[in-house]
Structures are given as structure tokens and as C-alpha cells.
């Protein structure tokens, strides 16, 4: 093969690198978008997954046992469940069903008691019916949430905490909150 | 032009072409396109140089006084654009042209036509540039690294750049095929590849560069183009695009860009240096090699210039790491230039001064872009004044220097005459007492934080920005002197010799008379 045929071959290939490279400019495109959705950056919404709670101490499994009362009240007053089990840390939350029996309305207010006694500290309370009084129609039923959390500073010992509440009547209130 | 070709026209003893201007536009001598190539060089240089004047004479005082920062912006862009692609680029082919073909004993450039398309695509580029200036809104000014968004909002100075930028890619691509092509089928029998001239070596891999990375930068400012014109987004975010993904495209053509312009520097300098130590140059093959790795890295750490940009850790320490590696060939070539000067029986002509000075400030240079590969230094130094000066080390007192070292050292060698050896000395020292009085001041004012592109500065830099601005009018007086110097030569320097430089071992130099007739090697020498 003579010198100009050698040199004419030579710059074709070199041409098609050249072609070639113009089209890896664009190719880059779709490239540069698969990256960025692989390491998760430049994503234009915020990442919507919970917030983690390192604080859980999964090595722990305390079951709560679940009571109510009512003190001489026309309610009937009970857990949905009678216990739950949850791990210190854990936010958790149960129900408790009331419902007022007699044909007037009635204002209650619910008191917590602990067993054991000292693991009351430890039951963190965010929200719970017994905050507030409560006042039920004439033969209403009410489904009221507590949403809690176990201190992982619960002495090791313990492995159940039974949380009763009881009702008793607000004198004098009757029917008005 | 009418003095070069008068110098020209007594070595024509067997050329049968035209005569006058339809000489030099239809010529296909390599030797007349490597001229065309410096002088289109030298123009742009000035060119470049005046508007480098204007951003410094602006920023002789705090405050807005000469022009208005519109015109400051487009004298910053153009600036860049015009010394990167107008000056030091086209120099270096200038070089190649004169230089690869009586290097290797081949009668011509593989394809002499092409060769003259080469050249013959600047001219028009230039002037689309230049005459960017002149439409409604003026030139492009977005700095010269072209980043979105600014440039899809910019008026129609942008097409005319970017229309430019297309040519200028084009030319660089066809030479760059011819001469990969004249290297590596045109040597003289004997002419093994590990027995070509270093600067032969250095153009070769540039090439390669050349070939593989301006196609990607046309891409992105084609782009940028049907971004403005034709409905695409790719950079708009309002439609999906992401303006970060041009600075990534921009940057992977980019960083090679870095290397094409110094690569080429170290083949002159590998000439140079051998020439006046009188000594082979040491480690040829580990300096081959470490060009070749200079090359390769330079593929693989782009994104150190947008470590700002917002990207995940892994990725800054990636590439912080794999910037620094450059570093280790750099450093073997920096090692191989000095040991090559150890124990040679060293002379001090212009050509060997600016090589050293090349040797001193491109390493500072390079120590300087050390320092701003680290990223938690660089998210603080990034677009001030450390970067300015950093880029300027290695272009100019790498590229430049390294551009007139081949100047003086060739110069008598294609035109037949001397310069004058007392006048190219004083041009060497004043080019570096004022090239370290503009740049080296700029590092003090970026550790202290001002920043680059910006007209107006809090006055307690004005100290430094003073000295810096007179060291610049004093670095562009300078360069007329050069071009006195390469007139006076040319018009009525002594005869040189056929050897000038006793420790020049080259084809150019031990098969050639001075000057080279006007077609050479048309039978092959046999290299032994």
C-alpha cells in the first residue's frame, strides 16, 4: 500500500474519533443525569423518608400492661388493647374506649397510676386524654389516643410496667366543660 | 507581511508558485503555514495584550473609572478566549508546521492542502471575535470558560463566539489529524518513534488531546446554541436541564485544554535545554512516558475546577486525590530538565534564559495548582485572584516563555539570520521582572480575598492592584521590543551559521543549511 492511501486511512479513522467524541459531548447528557439520580444529589423535590430515631434501644422489649377504671361513674370505661410491647426509646401509641351510660351528660377526669411505682418517671406521656377533663353526651362513646414513650433510662430491671387509669367524676360540673 | 515574504522569496531556488498576496493564501509549504501561524500568532497576542491592558488600567484604582463593567466583562472574556485559542494555540502549530517535518526528515506535512485550511479557518475566526464587540450588546461576556446560564441570556455577541469557538475547534482538529498522520507515516527510514525529537513526542500526544477533546467542547457550545435558538434545555433548568452539567462537559474538554497548551511548551523546552547544556536530554524514554501519563490524567480529574459546585464528598476527595497524582509525572519531567543541565557545560543565550525561566516559574506554577487541589483551601481560594495568578504562571511563563525560548532558539534557522543576542537578553529579563511584578502580587491579593472578574475592589487592595498594573504596562512595552527584535532580525540580522547552537543535534540542525531552501528533505536522509 503506497504513502497517500496509508495517510488517507490513517485520517479517516481519526476523523470518525473526532465524529465520535462530538457525539460523547451529548452522550454525557444522559450520563451526567444517571449519576446524579445514583449518588442522589441534584434531586429538585427534598427527600421524603422518615426521620430516624437513633435513640431506640432494640436490645430492650418492655410490655406495657393496659388497665382502666371508672370510680363511680356511669361509664364504661376500656383499653382496645390490653398490652402492648415496645422498645425503650420507641414512640408507641394505644386507645382506650369510654362510654357514658347515663342519660345526661357527664365531665370525668382520668388519673394515672404506675406499677411499679417508680416506673411512672420513666412513662413519657406526649399526648393523653388525661391532660385534659373530658365531657361525654348523653350515651356518647369516645375513642381517645395516649401516644408515649419508655426513657431508655429505665432501670434494667423492669420488664413490665402496668399503666391504670382511673376515672373519677369532676363534682359539680355536669354537663359543662 | 511583506517583510516576511521578502525573506522569503531568496530561498525560493526550485518552488514554482505564486508570487505576492495569492503566495501565502494559496501556499501548501509547510514552512510558509508555520509562518502565517506565528505572525497570525503574534497579532492575537497583541490583540489579547491590548485588552489585558484595559482590564488592568480599570483596575489601577478602586472604584468604576475607564469602562463600565459590561465592557470590563467582555474585555475579560475575550481576553481569555482570544490568548488561548488566538495566541498560544495557534503558536504552537506554527511550531509544529516549521519544525515536525525537517525534525523527522519527511518533505512536507502528510496533507499539505488540509495544512492550508488549517491555517485559513483563523483568520475568519478571529474576526468573528473581534467583531463580536460591535453588534447590539456587545461581545460575549461571560468569561471564557462560556458557563451557562449567562450565555443563554446573552445577546447575539454570544452566536458570533460561539461560532468562533466551532471554526476554531474545526482547524484544530484538521491539524491535529495531519500531523498525527505526518509522525507517524512520514519519518526518514531509521527514524524510530523513540528516536524522534522530543518536541516530536510532545506534539504527537497533544494531538491526540487535540482530537479527543475539541469535539466535546464544540458539543457543548453547540448545545449552548440550540439552547438559545432551537428550544432545547439542556442547560435550562426551567426545563429540566442543569446548568452544573455544562460546567462538567465544559471541564472534561476543558483540563485537557490545560495540557494542550503546556504540553507542547515541554517539547520546546526538552529541545532547548539539551541544545545549551551540551548534554542529550536525561531519561528520554521516562519523559515520554510521562507525558503520555500527563495526558491520560488530564482525562480524569476535571471536575477540580467546580469543587464549589456542590458535589458529594466522595467525589471532591476523588478527585482532589487523583489531581494531585498529576503532580508525579509532572515532577519527572521538571527532574529530567534539571538533571539534564547537571554538570553540562551550561551557556546563557536568550533561548536557554527563557528556558529556565520557564523551568522556575511554570513549577511554581505548578505548586500553586497543588495548593488549589486541596479541596478545603480551594473552596476558599476559588475565583479569586490565586487562581488568576496561578493559571498565569503556567500559561504565560510556561506557554510564553517557553514560545519565545523556540522563537530565539529557531529563529536563525528560518530566516537565515542572528538576532541580536544583547537586545533578545534584555527582552527576557524585562518579560520576567514584569511578568513576576504583575502575577506574583495576585497571589497576596487572592489569599486576602479578591475576587476575580469583578471592575471595582474594597480599596485595601489598591497597593498590590497598582504594582500589578504598572508590572503589566511594563510586560506589553516589553513585547515590542520583541517584535523590533524579530523585525530587525529578519531584515538585517548577520548570517548564521548552519549550526548556531554547537549542542543542537536535530535533523533541522546537522542535515539543513541555514535557511532551509524552500523544499526539503524531497529524498528521505537514512537515520542511523
Not at chain 2, 512516558?289 to 464549589?308: E, G
Amino acid at each position: 500500500m503506497n504513502l497517500g492511501n496509508e495517510n488517507r486511512r490513517l485520517s479517516r479513522r481519526l476523523t470518525i474519533v473526532a465524529i465520535g467524541m462530538f457525539g460523547f459531548a451529548f452522550a454525557l447528557v444522559p450520563f451526567y443525569n444517571q449519576i446524579c439520580a445514583a449518588l442522589g444529589v441534584n434531586s429538585i423535590e427534598e427527600k421524603s423518608e422518615a426521620p430516624l430515631n437513633s435513640q431506640i434501644d432494640t436490645s430492650r422489649t418492655i410490655t406495657i400492661e393496659l388497665d382502666a377504671n371508672a370510680h363511680n361513674l356511669p361509664w364504661r370505661f376500656k383499653p382496645m388493647v390490653s398490652e402492648v410491647k415496645v422498645h425503650p426509646g420507641e414512640l408507641a401509641m394505644v386507645e382506650y374506649e369510654i362510654v357514658n351510660v347515663r342519660e345526661a351528660p357527664v365531665t370525668g377526669q382520668a388519673v394515672p397510676s404506675y406499677g411499679p411505682q417508680n416506673a411512672g418517671e420513666y412513662f413519657k406521656k406526649i399526648e393523653c386524654f388525661c391532660f385534659t377533663h373530658q365531657t361525654l353526651a348523653p350515651g356518647e362513646t369516645r375513642r381517645m389516643p395516649v401516644v408515649f414513650v419508655v426513657d431508655p433510662k429505665l432501670p434494667k430491671d423492669v420488664s413490665t410496667i402496668a399503666v391504670s387509669y382511673t376515672f373519677f367524676e369532676v363534682a359539680g360540673r355536669g354537663g359543662k366543660s | 507581511m511583506s517583510a516576511v515574504a521578502d525573506t522569503h522569496a531568496h530561498h525560493d531556488d526550485h518552488g514554482h508558485h505564486p508570487t505576492g498576496i495569492m503566495r501565502w493564501i494559496t501556499t501548501t509549504n509547510h514552512k510558509d503555514i508555520g509562518t502565517m501561524y506565528l505572525w497570525f500568532s503574534f497579532s492575537m497576542f497583541m490583540v489579547g495584550g491590548v485588552m489585558a491592558l484595559v482590564i488592568r488600567t480599570e483596575l489601577f484604582q478602586p472604584g468604576l473609572q475607564i469602562v463600565n463593567p459590561d465592557f470590563f466583562n467582555q474585555m475579560t472574556t475575550l481576553h481569555g478566549l482570544i490568548m488561548v485559542f488566538g495566541a498560544i494555540m495557534p503558536a504552537f502549530v506554527g511550531f509544529a508546521n516549521w519544525q515536525i517535518p525537517m525534525m523527522i526528515g519527511a518533505p512536507d506535512m502528510a496533507f499539505p492542502r488540509l495544512n492550508n485550511w488549517s491555517f485559513w479557518l483563523l483568520p475568519p475566526a478571529a474576526t468573528l471575535l473581534v467583531a463580536s464587540l460591535f453588534v447590539p450588546g456587545g461581545a460575549a461576556g461571560v468569561g471564557w470558560t462560556l458557563y451557562a446560564p449567562l450565555t443563554v441570556q446573552m445577546g447575539p455577541g454570544m452566536d458570533l463566539t460561539i461560532f468562533a469557538v466551532h471554526i476554531l475547534g474545526m482547524s484544530s482538529i484538521l491539524g491535529s489529524i495531519n500531523i498525527i498522520t505526518t509522525l507517524l507515516n512520514m519519518r526518514a527510514p531509521g527514524m524510530t518513534m523513540m528516536k524522534m525529537p522530543m518536541f516530536c513526542w510532545t506534539w504527537l500526544i497533544t494531538a491526540y488531546l487535540l482530537v479527543a477533546v475539541m469535539p466535546v467542547f464544540a458539543g457543548a457550545v453547540t448545545m449552548t446554541l440550540t439552547d438559545r435558538h432551537f428550544g432545547t434545555t439542556f442547560f435550562n433548568a426551567a426545563g429540566g436541564g442543569d446548568p452544573v452539567l455544562y460546567q462538567h462537559i465544559f471541564w472534561f474538554f476543558g483540563h485537557p485544554e490545560v495540557y494542550i497548551i503546556a504540553i507542547p511548551a515541554f517539547g520546546v523546552v526538552s529541545q532547548v535545554i539539551p541544545a545549551f547544556s551540551r548534554k542529550p536530554l536525561f531519561g528520554y524514554a521516562s519523559m515520554v512516558y510521562a507525558t503520555a501519563s500527563i495526558a491520560i490524567l488530564s482525562f480524569i480529574v476535571w471536575a477540580h475546577h467546580m469543587y464549589t459546585v456542590g458535589m458529594p464528598l466522595v467525589a471532591q476527595l476523588y478527585f482532589m486525590y487523583a489531581t494531585m497524582l498529576i503532580a508525579v509525572p509532572t515532577g519527572v519531567k521538571v527532574f529530567n530538565w534539571v538533571a539534564t543541565m547537571w554538570k553540562g557545560s551550561l551557556t546563557f543565550e536568550t533561548p536557554m534564559l527563557f528556558a529556565i525561566g520557564f523551568l522556575f516559574m511554570f513549577t511554581l506554577g505548578g505548586f500553586t495548582g497543588l495548593v488549589l487541589a486541596v479541596v478545603p483551601i480551594d473552596i476558599q481560594m476559588h475565583d479569586t485572584y490565586y487562581v488568576v495568578a496561578h493559571f498565569h504562571y503556567v500559561m504565560v511563563a510556561g506557554a510564553l516563555f517557553a514560545a519565545f525560548a523556540g522563537v530565539y532558539f529557531w529563529l536563525p534557522k528560518w530566516t537565515g539570520r542572528m538576532y541580536n543576542e544583547r537586545l533578545g537578553q534584555i527582552h527576557f529579563w524585562l518579560t520576567l521582572i514584569f511578568f513576576n511584578m504583575i502575577f506574583f502580587v495576585q497571589h497576596f491579593l487572592g489569599m486576602a480575598g479578591m475576587p476575580r472578574r469583578i471592575p471595582d475592589y474594597h480599596p485595601m487592595f489598591e497597593t498590590w492592584n497598582k504594582i500589578s498594573s504598572l508590572g503589566a504596562f511594563g510586560m506589553g512595552l516589553a513585547q515590542l521590543l520583541f517584535l523590533y527584535i524579530v523585525v530587525k532580525t529578519i531584515r538585517s540580522g548577520e548570517p548564521a551559521p548552519q549550526r548556531p547552537w554547537e549542542g543542537a543535534d536535530s535533523l533541522e540542525w546537522t542535515h539543513l543549511p541555514t535557511p532551509p531552501p524552500y523544499h526539503t528533505f524531497e529524498t528521505q536522509p537514512v537515520i542511523k
